[in-house]
Nanobody, 121 residues
């Protein structure tokens, strides 16, 4: 059973960088054919795929967020990380990390429980 757990600050000030880490257990992030994705859900809105890193380390981003988003990984810790720069209150959301089989999808095999991030001064 693959388990994912998000960690990071729950409150970020406007213009700062949001940084979240996903720790994966029960499976390796280097296993072929999977995408390790970040998905968010703003209040009152649907799920939004933000980006992903593949088992080989390639990254893909939602076009509207690409200029502000960076996803990286630490294979020694079996973790991958999201950084979203220049945040605004519109970036307030529940953020999830997930294992998906395609990019640009919110359909997942496994997902973390989610972490609330609020952007406010």
């Amino acid at each position: 059973q693959v388990q994912l757990q998000e960690s990071g600050p729950g409150l970020v000030k406007p213009s700062q960088t949001l940084s979240l880490t996903c720790t994966v257990s029960g499976g390796s992030i280097t296993t072929s054919y999977y995408y390790w994705s970040w998905i968010r859900q703003p209040p009152g809105k649907g799920l939004e795929w933000m980006g992903a890193i593949t088992s080989s380390g390639n990254t893909y981003y939602r076009p509207s967020l690409e200029s502000r988003t960076s996803i990286s990984r630490d294979t020694s810790k079996n973790q991958f990380t999201l950084q979203l720069s220049s945040v605004t209150p519109e970036d307030t959301a529940v953020y999830y990390c997930a294992r998906t089989r395609r990019r640009q999808t919110t359909d997942y095999d496994y997902r973390g429980q989610g972490t609330q991030v609020t952007v406010s001064s």
